[in-house]
C-alpha cells in the first residue's frame, strides 16, 4: 500500500480502503433497505391473508399497519406491478387453486371460501391469473377420487 493525496491509501490493485469501505456501506445500506420492505409486505400479507374470506379494503389493511393506502399502493406496484385490489385477487386465486387441488368442494363454495360471491367474477378473476376455468384447473391438477 502507499499513501495518495489526501492521506487516503491504494494498494497494488488501484483500490483505496476508503472506497471499498463506501462501496460495502452502501450495500449494507441497500440491503438494509430490501429487507424492511420485505417485512413490511410480510405485514401486509399477515394481515391481508386471514381476511380474504371477505370483503378486505386497502383502507381496512392501512389502518391495520399504520401506513397511508398509497405507501402500499406504491410498494405492491413497484414489486409485482399490481394494484391492492389486483393483488388481493391473485391471493384469492391462490388459496383457490389450493382448495381445488386438495378438496373436492364445488366451484360455487370454493369461489365464497375465498371471498367472491359471485361464481361468474370468481371464473373470470381465475381466468385473467391462471389463463383457465377453475374447472379446467381442477381437472388438470386436482384430487383424483
Known sequence: MRRI??????????WSAATAVTGVLRVIRRRAKQAAKDASLEALN???LPRLGGAV???EIAAELGEPPSTITRRLQRKF??????????QRVDRAKRLLRTTRLGIGEVSRRVGINDSSNFAKLFRRFEGCSPQTYRERFGKRP
Not at 406491478?81 to 391473485?90: H, I, R
Open 5 to 14: 493525496a489526501g492521506g487516503a491509501f491504494r494498494n497494488s490493485s488501484g
Open 46 to 48: 399477515n394481515a391481508l
Open 57 to 59: 379494503t386497502l383502507n
Open 81 to 90: 406491478g399490481m394494484s391492492f385490489s389486483e393483488y388481493a385477487g391473485k
